[in-house]
């Protein structure tokens, strides 16, 4: 049966907890030496135990660690002669710890709550005096808020380092994707060049080659010559595509090279070299911007070079029609021929044959604009709407597919689609409004360290609302009811009040202890304390008047060792 290994810590963990023992056991022994007369077992042997497990603990469970150390300082709360102990210095370092270390405040918060909690009822049930009180109200609480505070204020500041960090690396790894990107973009628009420009001068080629063949005035070696040149146009041609498919990947702008053709040129080549091209523009020719005049070149030759391709004897009519915002461009051919819907059924659907469009088709929306293809009374139909100035487009065209096979023209490159422009809604550009994930993660970081910012000037604040009243209020009861061993030096049985006023304190303290209080006294007196010295942390001798009326009968101390709780 195979054993489950457990984890080791890291070196650097350990010798981190071994400092921290050491250091607190160091306040430990030094606490230990300086109470004097201290039960080994009780106050240094066992407060060195519970550290030793504490401090391992706090790294897997800190709450429980912090838990731990509280009951010694609730253990110290016992002492008889102090609460004052050096086990509130660890009570604060795993409070620091548990802050440093947990992230969600619910559950610390809680922890120090019962820590609290367990503290003052400790002292209620030992009916302790003022001065324990003072203790459990102003130093544990202390020990148990601000530290916690420190710790998530640290814990804050690193994890916006770190996620400054971690911003910074992600910042560089997008640089080298937009770099990448910028590479295969420009592999892009070398493929779309390519296959548009390179790709129509090879058809027009074909083309013309085909049409010497039927000339009467040929030798039959001559038509074979032809004939093969013919042939290894074919071949140029299908090796340039499975260059484009090669290169191709898809553009992420329309950026290119300006355009130095215009597409009356462009058309005016195609009639000299045979093709049956009719063209006509409506409207005032508006002033386009380089990128949708581009477009537009590369739509009609597109358009041309396919139509040469698919269906060569066909009629090709084309019309530009200028709008006051837009400019539609329309393509059609005429239904071929049986023996070129034969030929078109041969084609091969699919591959670097679909690739012409895609790229076209990606070109002109990233302009704004739409493009619209499909079968058109048994021809084909290509149409653009181009706005007349580029605008951003922040959605990604969605990929044509093919329609069925042997439809006798370019149906094998894009489906069919509406014309209508009302009924194009990828013409609105859909807003960006999503902001960038860097800039998220660092904006929540910034706040979680503001938020504990916030809290560790908020929570103390809070804290003394509640504590520091109680805290103030028990301060001058032991302050102001001091009476100066001098001063009940001179004090004399048989005086009055108003002779001895000057000498006593100007209240009584009101906490004796109860074998202070039951003690007997001369008959027919009226006994007060008073404290001997304005220690707030060390139990002190207290001095005990009886008064008969306003005559001093008796004056006597209680020793601070005769506690009796």
């Known amino acids: 049966m195979p054993h489950s290994r457990i984890p080791l810590l890291p070196a650097r963990s350990v010798l981190g907890?071994?400092?921290?023992?050491?250091?607190?056991?160091?306040?430990?022994?030094?606490?230990?030496?300086?109470?004097?007369?201290?039960?080994?077992?009780?106050?240094?042997?066992?407060?060195?135990?519970?550290?030793a497990v504490a401090v391992p603990l706090s790294r897997g469970r800190p709450g429980t660690a912090v838990v731990l150390v509280n009951g010694l300082c609730a253990l110290g709360l016992a002492d008889s002669s102090t609460p004052a102990n050096a086990?509130?210095?660890?009570?604060?370092?795993?409070?620091?710890?548990?802050?440093?270390?947990?992230?969600?405040?619910?559950?610390?918060?809680?922890?120090?709550?019962?820590?609290?909690?367990?503290?003052?009822?400790?002292?209620?049930?030992?009916?302790?005096?003022?001065?324990?009180?003072?203790?459990?109200?102003?130093?544990?609480?202390?020990?148990l808020l601000l530290p916690w505070l420190a710790g998530r204020h640290w814990r804050g500041r690193r994890e916006l380092v770190r996620e400054g960090w971690r911003t910074a690396r992600s910042l560089e790894e997008r640089q080298h994707l937009v770099a990448e990107r910028a590479r295969l973009t420009e592999r892009a628009?070398?493929?779309?060049?390519?296959?548009?420009?390179?790709?129509?001068?090879?058809?027009?080629?074909?083309?013309?080659?085909?049409?010497?063949?039927?000339?009467?005035?040929?030798?039959?070696?001559?038509?074979?010559?032809?004939?093969?040149?013919?042939?290894?146009?074919?071949?140029?041609?299908?090796?340039?595509?499975?260059?484009?498919?090669?290169?191709?990947?898809?553009?992420?702008?329309?950026?290119?090279?300006?355009?130095?053709?215009?597409?009356?040129?462009?058309?005016?080549?195609?009639?000299?070299?045979?093709?049956?091209?009719?063209?006509?523009?409506?409207?005032?020719?508006?002033?386009?911007?380089?990128?949708?005049?581009?477009?537009?070149?590369?739509?009609?030759?597109?358009?041309?070079?396919?139509?040469?391709?698919?269906?060569?004897?066909?009629?090709?009519?084309?019309?530009?029609?200028?709008?006051?915002?837009?400019?539609?461009?329309?393509?059609?051919?005429?239904?071929?021929?049986?023996?070129?819907?034969?030929?078109?059924?041969?084609?091969?659907?699919?591959?670097?044959?679909?690739?012409?469009?895609?790229?076209?088709?990606?070109?002109?929306?990233?302009?704004?604009?739409?493009?619209?293809?499909?079968?058109?009374k048994g021809g084909f139909r290509v149409t653009a709407l181009l706005p007349h100035q580029a605008t951003a487009r922040c959605t990604t065209p969605a990929p044509a597919t093919g329609t069925a096979p042997g439809t006798p023209t370019r149906n094998r490159e894009t489906h069919a689609g509406p014309e209508s422009p009302s009924s194009d809604t990828s013409l609105q550009p859909a807003p960006d409004t999503t902001a960038p994930e860097s800039t998220r993660r660092l904006a929540d970081a910034r706040r979680t360290a503001h938020r504990r910012s916030v809290a560790a000037f908020a929570v103390p604040t809070a804290a003394a609302a509640i504590f520091v009243p109680t805290a103030v209020f028990l301060a001058w009861q032991l302050t102001t009811s001091v009476l100066p061993p001098s001063a009940f030096d001179e004090l004399a049985i048989g005086g009055q009040r108003t002779e001895l006023a000057s000498l006593l304190p100007a209240r009584t303290y009101p906490y004796p202890p109860d074998h202070a209080r039951s003690a007997p006294g001369p008959p027919g007196t009226t006994c007060e304390f008073y404290r001997s010295g304005r220690d707030l942390l060390e139990q002190v001798d207290l001095y005990r008047l009886c008064w008969s009326g306003n005559t001093l009968i008796a004056k006597d101390t209680v020793l601070a060792g005769r506690t009796n709780r």
């Not at 921290?20 to 039960?39: C, P």
């Open 87 to 143: 086990h509130v210095l660890s009570l604060a370092a795993l409070c620091c710890l548990l802050g440093a270390r947990v992230a969600p405040a619910r559950g610390p918060l809680l922890v120090l709550a019962g820590c609290l909690a367990t503290d003052v009822a400790t002292c209620a049930v030992l009916r302790v005096q003022a001065v324990w009180w003072f203790w459990a109200l102003t130093v544990l609480p202390t020990a």
């Open 189 to 376: 628009n070398i493929a779309a060049d390519m296959h548009d420009s390179l790709g129509h001068a090879l058809s027009v080629a074909a083309l013309r080659a085909g049409a010497l063949e039927l000339s009467p005035d040929l030798t039959d070696r001559d038509r074979t010559d032809l004939s093969a040149l013919r042939g290894t146009i074919a071949d140029a041609v299908e090796q340039l595509r499975e260059t484009v498919a090669v290169l191709h990947e898809a553009p992420e702008t329309g950026a290119s090279d300006p355009v130095n053709d215009t597409v009356d040129d462009l058309l005016g080549r195609a009639v000299a070299s045979g093709v049956p091209v009719r063209w006509e523009r409506h409207g005032a020719v508006p002033t386009l911007s380089p990128l949708v005049e581009r477009a537009m070149y590369r739509v009609v030759q597109e358009a041309v070079t396919n139509a040469v391709k698919h269906a060569p004897d066909t009629e090709i009519r084309i019309e530009i029609s200028h709008a006051a915002d837009r400019t539609r461009v329309s393509v059609v051919n005429t239904a071929p021929p049986a023996d070129g819907a034969l030929r078109a059924a041969k084609e091969p659907a699919g591959g670097a044959g679909r690739r012409g469009l895609t790229g076209l088709r990606e070109r002109v929306t990233v302009l704004g604009g739409s493009l619209r293809t499909g079968p058109h």
């Open 17 to 51: 907890d071994v400092a921290l023992w050491t250091a607190l056991a160091a306040a430990t022994g030094y606490g230990f030496r300086d109470a004097g007369a201290a039960s080994p077992v009780v106050d240094l042997l066992l407060p060195l135990a519970v550290l």
